[in-house]
């Protein structure tokens, strides 16, 4: 796959991840507002009929004091006047509230008419007679509502004028306030207080408290009192955000899912770019390793055709130049090969390692007087200060001198063309370690590249020496077998200066 259309592909899914997840999180946006909306409006409702029910109780208690009420609220006498000229009759109702107050009414006929009503001709039928006392019936309930309406507008008056305190039963406004709250549907704590219209406290429940006051619903009590007169029930709910919090929790399986398909496709994204970069590295390592074998496999080939040439003449030199040819090939065939047979050894948990004790700064020595001929073949020259006063410890020689062989002829490939290479090793004693160092004057590393070049098939680019060959594996091999001797390497490097490189093994 084309890393334009991994990117590509990439770009979708980013789109389509991001638009999911604003149309979740406007959804949750748009439950959260419903929920809190609903609850406002369940408040605003349980407020409103506890607010008419106190109303309704006190009207009623009024109403049913019984005598003490009734018998002083009004006395009730009726008389008729009949005019001179017994043209109109006038009938007076009259009414004394137990205050003192009188409320009188007033009914006036013409003369002619009552007569006429009550007194009819006995020529009338009688259903004319009964059109008439159901006329009379009618003037009387007519009379008898004015006088009901003025004494229960007395009642209430004399109500309205007493002071809150003594018109509300706070212990029956709690009960009522609980029963609509729970009927609407709402059953966490609230705390209610009530006051004046003009903010001063009349009253607080029990166990009120300041929290969650910040959200306070109110609604007015005798709200068709005047102004003066009625009071306001204020109420807060301190678990109300616990409640916003709940309410959150039937959309966590949602988040859940959500937050699940952003791992996955991150790790997606994550796998698809880390495929892409290991199939490039593969097939750069396919490529190293096809022109490291063309070489020595022409050499030999060369050689054995000219072996086989019978028109080529046999001298002794010729032969002795051919049978050296084909041997260094050879062993440099086999270099390369165990070179990628250290692939499948790291791809092991651990090397099998046959550990001994070894001096090695001895060993040290011998790998650089052996490798003194290649470095002096490109103008340079090796230093080494073998300053380890205690340098015997366990390890596997065979690994052991590939590691530093493979340290050492990094510093040949990578070289700088402008100055003679300077290759500098060195040995020394810390507490509970011994350490080596092999130092060089080459092109150096990035900083960028330096905390990769421990990973398998990483090649460091080089600019103008792309032409270096290798399979990047070396540096790889190098990192596990010191990691399966309990030490630790770790390098250091300047780009254009060297680089250096810092092993240390425990020798307890």
């Known amino acids: 796959m084309k890393k334009s259309t991994i990117i590509a592909l990439a770009i979708v899914m980013g789109i389509s991840f991001a638009s999911l997840l604003v149309l979740q999180m406007r959804y949750i946006d748009e439950i959260t507002s419903m ?26 208690r009024y109403l049913e004091q019984g005598p003490d009420a009734v018998t002083g609220i009004a006395t009730a006498i009726d008389s008729v006047y009949v ?11 009259q009414v004394t509230a137990k205050d003192g107050s009188v409320f009188t009414s007033r009914e006036t006929t013409a003369s002619t008419n009552l007569s006429d009503k009550y007194f009819t001709k006995k020529t009338e039928s009688i259903n004319d007679r009964q059109r008439s006392l159901q006329e009379i019936m009618d003037l009387r309930y007519a009379v ?55 903010g001063e406290v009349v009253y607080r429940c029990s166990d009120y408290t300041d929290e969650g006051s910040e959200i306070t619903f109110s609604e007015t009590l005798f709200k068709n009192d005047p102004v003066q007169r009625s009071g306001i029930l204020k109420v807060h709910f301190p678990a109300l955000s616990d409640l916003k919090t709940r309410s959150l929790w039937f ?8 937050l699940i398909l952003l791992i996955t496709f991150t790790v997606t994204l994550v ?22 074998f063309k070489t020595p496999i022409s050499s030999i080939s060369l050689a054995a055709q ?22 260094d090939e050879t062993k440099r065939l086999r270099f390369q090969v165990e070179k990628v047979l250290q692939m499948s050894m790291y791809e092991n948990q651990r090397a099998n390692l046959h550990m001994k004790e ?12 052996t490798f003194a001929l290649k470095v002096e073949k490109n103008g340079g020259k090796i230093i080494t200060n073998l300053e380890a ?42 507490p509970g370690n011994l350490c080596i160092s092999i130092q060089d004057n080459g092109i150096g590393i990035k900083k960028e590249d330096l905390k990769r070049i421990f990973e398998k098939f990483y090649r460091v680019h080089t600019g103008n020496l792309h032409d270096v060959k290798g399979f990047g594996l070396g540096l790889a091999y190098v990192h596990k077998i010191v990691k399966d001797h309990h030490g630790t390497i770790h390098a250091e490097s300047e780009l254009g200066i060297g680089t250096k490189f810092i092993i240390k093994l425990k020798n307890e």
């Open 35 to 60: 929920r809190a909306a609903h609850f406002k409006e369940s408040v605003s409702r349980s407020l409103y009929e506890t607010s008419h029910q106190l109303e309704l109780n006190e009207a009623k």
């Open 83 to 93: 005019s001179t000229d017994s043209s109109v009759i006038q009938r007076t109702h």
């Open 144 to 198: 008898q509502k004015d006088l009901v309406d003025e004494v229960i507008y007395s009642i209430l008056y004399t109500a309205n004028d007493r002071p809150l305190t003594e018109r509300i039963d706070f212990a029956n406004l709690d009960q009522i306030l609980q029963a609509k709250l729970s009927s609407n549907g709402i059953d966490i704590p609230c705390h209610f207080a009530v006051t004046t219209s003009n």
């Open 251 to 258: 959309m966590m399986p949602s988040l859940m899912f959500t």
């Open 271 to 292: 796998l698809v770019f880390r495929q892409k970069k290991l199939t490039e590295l593969k097939n750069d390592f396919i490529n190293n390793m096809t022109h490291e």
């Open 306 to 327: 000219m072996l086989g040439d019978e028109s080529v003449k046999k001298t002794p030199a010729l032969m002795q130049r051919l049978t050296t040819t084909i041997i």
């Open 358 to 369: 070894v001096n090695l700064n001895e060993l040290i020595a011998g790998i650089t007087h």
């Open 389 to 430: 006063e205690d340098p015997i410890i366990c390890v596997d020689e065979m690994h052991f001198t590939n590691v530093i062989f493979n340290l050492m002829d990094n510093a040949v490939k990578y070289k700088r063309n402008d100055t003679n290479l300077e290759l500098n090793l060195r040995t020394w004693n810390e």
